[in-house]
């Protein structure tokens, strides 16, 4: 068993050595599980898997946080992308009903590559607002009390 803290720790350690992270951490909160991995794609590459028979939602960051994506799939298929300084793709009509006040996922509103954000936007009020959809999906607050609670952490090394 770890924490999150551990996780970090660990998959940092991994690429200080030039070693891809082997770090996974999952929490069950019924009927969904939460997967959190540091520095790697494992999770997005199995989302059309993940969603079979139900929905699955990835939300990954870039090493240097500097970029964000939110992807959306249901029933095995990736159904839309939210993407931070870009532009949606997809269909978002599976989830438009989750979508009310959020601007920020909506607005191509930064301009990444000259490093402009207007109107005093910036990723973490990106990064609010792809929490806030996700958690109005499936109705679990993502939090470090949830994925730190000693009985639903699981680490397993890739």
């Not at 898997?49 to 029933?75: K, V």
């Not at 402009?116 to 958690?135: C, K, N, S, Y």
């Amino acid at each position: 068993m770890s924490d999150l803290q551990d996780l970090i720790d660990e998959s940092h350690e991994d690429l200080e050595r030039d070693m891809l992270p082997r770090f996974l951490l999952l929490a069950g909160e019924p009927p969904w599980f939460l997967t959190v991995e540091y520095s790697r794609d494992r999770g997005l590459d199995a989302l059309d898997r993940l969603s079979s028979g139900g929905e699955a939602i990835c939300l990954t960051g870039s090493r240097m946080l500097y970029r964000g994506r939110l992807y959306y799939a249901r029933e095995g298929r990736r159904r839309c992308m939210f993407d931070y300084g870009g532009d949606i793709r997809g269909d978002t009509a599976p989830i438009e009903e989750h979508l009310g006040g959020l601007f920020n996922l909506h607005e191509r509103y930064a301009d990444v590559e000259r490093g402009l954000v207007p109107g005093e936007q910036t990723l973490d009020d990106w990064r609010i607002h792809a929490f806030v959809l996700m958690e109005r999906i499936t109705g679990i607050r993502l939090s470090f009390e949830l994925l730190e609670r000693g009985n639903a952490i699981y680490r397993f090394r890739g």
